[in-house]
C-alpha cells in the first residue's frame, strides 16, 4: 500500500478534495442516466454500479483526508440498515485498511514531542505501520523483551476537526433528515466527543482507567499503558497477539467458541454500561482481536461516552416490556429522554409516541429474556425493516425530526454496533444479566 507524504490540513486543501470527490459523483449520476435511457443495463443493475462508483469516489477522497472526514465513514459503515451495502462496504475499509503515513512524517512527530526518533527511544521500531485507520496509525516495537504497540496520531487531525463538520454536516442532515432548527446540540456533541479522541493524554487516562476496573472479567485481555513512551499524539501500550475480530467470524468455529466470545463481548459491555456508567463507544470490529486460546482482546480506548444518570435511568426503565406497556409512565420517559417536545402537535405527539414504541420493543427485546440468540436472522431483519419502512414515510419529512437527547447519539451507536458483532459472531444463549456476577 502507498504511503502518505502529506495530508491535507487547511480548510482549503480539505474543501477541494471533496470538491474533486462531488464532481466524481456527478459524472456516476450522468453515466447512471445514460445507462438507464440506452437500456444498456436495467435498473438494479444502473444503481449497483452508480452505489459502487459513489462509495468508491467518496472513499478514496476521505482516506487521503484521514481524520474526523475518515471518522464519520467509519461510523457509516456500522449503519447496515440505512445505507446500500456498497458504501457499508467500501467505508468499512476505515476501521482498518486506510493509507499510512511515511515513516518520515513520523519521525517528524517523535521528534516534535520526544526529540528523538523513535529508534533512539526504542531497540526496533518498525517504520510500517502495521494498521492505519482515521485518527491515527499503529506501529510495532520492542525493548528489551518487551513488544509494544505504538499509536501515532495524524497531522492536522485536532485542527481540522470543525472545519471538517462542516463540510459533512449538510450529507449527515439530508441523509438522516434533520432539521436545522435544534440541531445543533448533536453536532457539539459529536464535535466534542472527536476533540476527546484526538485527546491522547485523556485516552491514556481513560484506558487505565477501565483496564482497572475490568480485568477482573473473565475470558479478556487488556494491554498495559506507558506514560513514560506517551504524550498528546503519541500512545504506548502492549502488543497484544491474536485474529482481527472480522477475520474469526468468517473462520469455521464451534459453536461453543463463538458463544463464549459474544458471552465476553456482552458482559464486557453490559458492566460498563451499568456499573462504570461509562462505556467504549466505537463497537467496530477493528477495535478487537481474538487470541488462538479464545480470549476477547480489546485493543483500543479511543471513543468513552460517560453516561449521566439522569438519562441512564429513564433510558434502561424503558427497555423493561411493563414500563413500555404502563401508558402514563412511557409517556413520562419520553419527555424526559426529549423525544417528546412541549411544543408539539397532537399528529406529531401520536407519530412518535407510536414510532418509538415499536423502536423500543424491538431493540429491548434482549433485555426481556434471560437469554438472547444473536443468531435469530428474523430479530435483525426486524430491524432493518423498521428502519426501511420510517425512511419511506413522506409523512416524517413534514415534522420535527430532532428527536431525543444527545446521549443517545453514542448510545444508539453503541448498541448498534454491538448488535451487529454479536450477531456476526452467530452467539447463541447468552446471558443477558450474566455481568452482575462481576460486580466487586
Not at 185 to 214: A, G, M, P, W
Not at 218 to 241: A, G, H, V
Not at 249 to 264: A, F, H, M, V
Request: glycine share 4%; proline share 3%.
Amino acid at each position: 500500500m502507498k504511503t502518505l507524504n502529506k495530508i491535507p490540513t487547511g480548510k482549503l486543501e480539505r474543501t477541494s478534495s471533496l470538491l474533486k470527490a462531488g464532481a466524481k459523483v456527478g459524472v456516476n449520476y450522468i453515466k447512471y442516466y445514460g445507462n438507464k435511457i440506452t437500456k444498456d443495463k436495467n435498473e438494479e443493475e444502473a444503481l449497483k454500479t452508480l452505489n459502487e462508483e459513489n462509495a468508491t469516489d467518496i472513499y478514496d477522497s476521505l482516506k487521503e483526508l484521514k481524520g474526523s472526514a475518515l471518522k464519520v465513514a467509519q461510523m457509516l459503515s456500522m449503519e447496515k440498515n440505512i445505507l446500500p451495502q456498497a458504501y457499508v462496504d467500501k467505508f468499512s475499509l476505515s476501521q482498518f485498511s486506510v493509507p499510512p503515513l511515511s515513516g518520515g512524517l513520523v519521525k517528524k512527530t517523535f521528534r516534535k514531542y520526544f526529540g528523538k526518533n523513535p529508534e533512539d527511544i526504542f531497540d526496533e521500531f518498525t517504520t510500517e505501520s502495521v494498521n492505519a485507520a482515521s485518527i491515527g496509525q499503529v506501529h510495532k516495537a520492542k525493548k528489551r523483551d518487551k513488544n509494544f504497540a505504538v499509536k501515532i496520531q495524524y497531522p492536522g487531525v485536532r485542527e481540522s476537526i470543525s472545519s471538517d463538520l462542516k463540510m459533512v454536516k449538510p450529507i449527515a442532515m439530508k441523509m438522516f433528515n434533520i432539521k436545522k432548527e435544534g440541531s445543533e446540540s448533536y453536532f457539539q456533541e459529536v464535535e466534542s466527543k472527536l476533540f476527546e479522541e484526538t485527546d491522547y493524554n485523556l485516552e491514556l487516562k481513560r484506558s487505565q482507567y477501565i483496564v482497572e476496573k475490568c480485568s477482573h472479567l473473565p475470558n479478556t485481555q487488556f494491554p498495559q499503558y506507558y506514560p513514560e513512551f506517551s504524550c498528546e499524539k503519541i500512545i504506548t501500550m502492549d502488543w497484544l497477539s491474536g485474529k482481527h475480530f472480522s477475520e474469526f467470524t468468517k473462520l469455521e468455529n464451534s459453536q461453543e467458541d463463538l458463544n463464549k466470545i459474544g458471552q465476553t463481548l456482552w458482559d464486557f459491555y453490559m458492566y460498563q454500561m451499568h456499573i462504570l456508567k461509562q462505556v467504549h463507544a466505537d463497537p467496530h470490529p477493528g477495535n478487537f482481536l481474538i487470541s488462538d486460546d479464545i480470549k476477547l482482546l480489546v485493543i483500543d480506548f479511543g471513543c468513552i461516552k460517560e453516561i449521566p444518570n439522569d438519562f441512564y435511568k429513564p433510558y434502561f426503565e424503558l427497555a423493561k416490556t411493563e414500563n413500555l406497556n404502563n401508558a402514563e409512565f412511557y409517556r413520562e420517559k419520553l419527555y424526559q429522554l426529549e423525544i417528546l417536545r412541549n411544543d408539539d402537535s397532537q399528529r406529531e405527539q401520536e407519530f412518535f409516541t407510536k414510532l418509538f414504541y415499536e423502536l423500543l420493543e424491538l431493540f429491548t427485546r434482549p433485555f426481556n429474556s434471560e437469554k438472547f440468540d444473536f443468531s435469530d436472522e428474523k430479530f435483525f431483519q426486524e430491524i432493518a425493516d423498521i428502519g426501511q419502512r420510517y425512511a419511506k414515510l413522506s409523512d416524517i419529512k413534514e415534522m420535527n425530526t430532532n428527536r431525543g437527547s444527545k446521549h443517545f447519539i453514542y448510545l444508539n451507536r453503541t448498541f448498534f454496533g454491538l448488535y451487529n458483532m454479536m450477531h456476526d459472531l452467530r452467539a447463541k444463549d447468552i446471558v443477558i444479566n450474566n455481568y452482575k456476577k462481576f460486580i466487586l
